[in-house]
């Protein structure tokens, strides 16, 4: 490839010019731009700050809720959002018997609009909410609009079913006064 300023040749992939040092204006990196479009979403619509790990994932911290992040697959399925609220509840089993665990995810669950909680017996026993959802047609990035439509609502439901679940456990498990 040649440089658009002064026509030296470049080595394919560059990002500069080594002559001139012009940015080279070739094409977006589709991962790239799907992890700005939520990365946007997310600030905009829930007002938090919102970062971009290597992977392509978009990381933010909720003020109640903790750590969430967006897994992304630019390449795979871009039509697919996957928000996770990991490990809400750690060494769950401490608390409450891994029947019991299942037991109280399921009956949130059932209940839940989007969100699905799920126990990891592995993972010291923790204890993840997550949303799901397909946001279009199949290898196309989600419409802008649709995605700060639902990005609210997935976030809502989330936090219902973190609370639902923590009122159950409470249940199981009365504080000692
Ligand atoms: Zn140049």
New binding site residues.
């Given amino acids: 490839m040649f440089?658009?300023?002064?026509?030296?040749t470049?080595r394919d992939g560059s990002q500069f010019?080594?002559?001139?040092?012009?940015k080279v204006a070739g094409k977006a990196d589709p991962k790239r731009q799907l992890a700005e479009l939520y990365q946007r979403v997310v600030q905009d619509e829930l007002g938090l700050l919102a970062t971009i790990e290597e992977d392509g994932d978009v990381l933010f911290e909720h003020p109640d809720l903790g750590g969430l992040f967006i897994s992304l697959n630019a390449e795979k399925d871009p039509e697919c959002m996957r928000l996770m609220l990991p490990a809400f509840v750690v060494d769950a089993t401490r608390w409450a018997s891994l029947e019991d665990l299942i037991r109280i995810c399921n009956r949130v669950n059932v209940k839940a609009k989007l969100a699905t909680l799920t126990v990891h017996e592995d993972a010291n026993d923790s204890v993840t909410a997550s949303v799901g959802l397909v946001l279009a047609a199949p290898d196309t990035s989600p419409d802008e609009a649709l995605l700060r439509g639902v990005i609210s609502r997935a976030m809502s439901s989330i936090k219902a079913a973190v609370e639902k679940f923590s009122d159950e456990l409470q249940k199981l498990n009365p504080p000692t006064a």
């Fill in positions: 440089c658009e300023n002064c026509s030296a470049m010019c080594p002559s001139c040092g012009t």
